[in-house]
């Protein structure tokens, strides 16, 4: 059975080449969600209770569409949405975690998926949603190297986003897309949106 990578059909959403900042028109996609609060430690986000939850039910939910659908997909990278950047953001800053899932996951999929963990005595460690986002048009670019620099990719949305004539319209979302632990940090990869809305 072929696996589907969501990467590759959402190419321009999930790959970039550095120094590259583009707008991007963002289709109908699904996520598995979690909401909390705590510092900014991404290395620390991806050993929490919210990846860990996450992960469990989005590896449930493969099982399921496999057996069932007879479709198999990959696991997406971890996507962060920070709240605005404040004095306080290493103490205490709220944040929503994100995983793409593929649109055919129902909520009747993912209620039985969170219903045969909690059977198994794997219960997630917090709360869950699946959302159906539809941003539209926002904003890009790839950042490559240690995650407290990544301030740096962030002006450059704004510069862009000056020059060109657009606004940014929500908070900056992170997309981890290879692995903080596997990879030293001037090789990490980080792609930094924002939704956008033109200026008239």
Avoid at 16 to 24: A, D, E, F, N, S
Wanted: glycine letters at 4%.
């Amino acid at each position: 059975m072929e696996i589907v990578d969501h990467k590759k059909i959402h190419d321009h959403l999930y790959r970039m080449k550095p120094g590259v900042t583009q707008l991007v028109d963002i289709p109908h996609l699904s996520f598995i969600s979690a909401n909390g609060s705590g510092p900014k430690n991404i290395y620390a986000m991806h050993e929490g209770d919210a990846l860990w939850s996450i992960t469990r039910t989005v590896n449930r939910l493969k099982d399921m569409t496999k057996l069932d659908l007879d479709y198999k997909f990959k696991l997406m990278p971890l996507e962060i949405e920070w709240a605005a950047e404040s004095a306080l953001m290493q103490k205490e800053t709220k944040w929503k975690a994100l995983m793409q899932v593929p649109d055919l996951i129902t909520q009747y999929m993912f209620r039985t998926a969170l219903h045969e963990l909690e059977k198994r005595k794997r219960s997630i460690r917090i709360p869950l949603t699946l959302e159906e986002h539809r941003e539209g048009i926002a904003v890009q670019t790839l950042h490559s190297g240690p995650y407290d620099e990544i301030d740096e990719a962030k002006e450059r949305l704004n510069l862009f986003c000056n020059q060109e004539g657009y606004r940014i319209e929500t908070e900056f979302r992170e997309i981890y897309i290879n692995q903080p632990f596997c990879n030293p940090p001037e090789k990490l990869k980080t792609i930094v949106r924002a939704r956008v809305e033109k200026v008239n």
